[in-house]
């Protein structure tokens, strides 16, 4: 299976911005997916989780309050709804099927003025 993200771009600080990970190559109902980014000369952190069943998320303690991952299993995709960005928030963005290797190319996220 593989997964590609979209919906990066410049934003500026306490804007928002959705991010986007379509799946394919799998079954998407029984799968737990996850939103990590990576900013530059830091390591890829965790940010949200989704699992199989909807209403069950988690999040990073910097997400929390902040974004909302949700999906759509007839569209196969997963989402990163971002609010009130902040120019910590700038890193490469990338989607995950979680207890899988199975990774998406990364979309980047750059918060600025």
């Known amino acids: 299976g593989h997964l590609v993200e979209s919906g990066g771009g410049l934003v500026q600080p306490g804007g928002s911005l959705t991010l986007s990970c379509v799946a394919a190559?799998?079954?998407?109902?029984?799968?737990?997916f996850q939103w990590f980014r990576q900013a530059p000369g830091k390591e890829r952190e965790h940010v949200a989780t989704?699992?199989?069943?909807?209403?069950?998320?988690d999040y990073s303690a910097s997400a929390k309050g902040r974004f909302t991952i949700s999906r759509d299993n007839r569209k196969e995709t997963v989402y990163l709804q971002m609010t009130n960005l902040k120019s910590e928030d700038t890193a490469v963005y990338y989607c995950?099927?979680?207890?899988?290797?199975?990774w998406g190319q990364g979309t980047q996220v750059t918060v600025a003025s």
């Open positions: 989704i699992y199989s069943t909807h209403t069950l998320t």
């Open positions: 995950h099927r979680m207890n899988y290797e199975t």
């Open positions: 190559g799998f079954t998407f109902s029984g799968a737990a």
